[in-house]
């Protein structure tokens, strides 16, 4: 039983010494001066660059929409550029919309094609006209 009690004791002894120790460890560095690094002023010639992580959001977003279904054959801005009301964005290829446009100008052309045709069929029956209206009078003259 002396045994364990002097073994108990000298542990006690131990932890005293450590936790001492520690606490004066403690006290030294709340005391101490901290230690500054210090260089002298001196005038640099060339410009020192930076470079933080960051992101940058606009003040103003908004979102487009096409009026026209297509490909974009001409970009015109890049993202993140600055744009005014108006400025044109984008060149947009539509084959679809280009294919109705051939159509309807065929449409166009074969139209005028077909007036000029009764123009001329209207012309025709004038002088027809004309002349079986002479002939008629040349006959009830006689």
């Known amino acids: 039983m002396l045994g364990a009690g ?61 009026r026209q279904s297509g490909y974009i054959a001409k970009r015109l801005v890049d ?15 539509a084959p679809e919309v280009d294919d109705q446009l051939t159509q309807a100008r065929a449409q166009l052309l074969q139209m005028q094609a077909s007036l000029e045709q009764t123009e001329a069929n209207r012309t025709l029956a004038n002088v027809t006209n004309n002349r079986f209206t002479a002939a008629r009078a040349a006959r009830m003259g006689n």
């Open 6 to 66: 002097v073994f108990i004791g000298y542990g006690a002894y131990k932890r005293q010494q450590r936790n001492a120790a520690a606490q004066a460890e403690l006290n030294e560095r709340e005391n101490r001066a901290p230690h500054v690094r210090t260089e002298k002023v001196k005038a640099v010639t060339d410009p020192r660059e930076i470079h933080l992580p960051a992101t940058a959001q606009p003040f103003e977003t908004t979102t487009i929409y096409a």
């Open 79 to 93: 993202i993140g550029s600055r744009v005014k009301a108006g400025d044109l964005l984008a060149v947009i290829s």
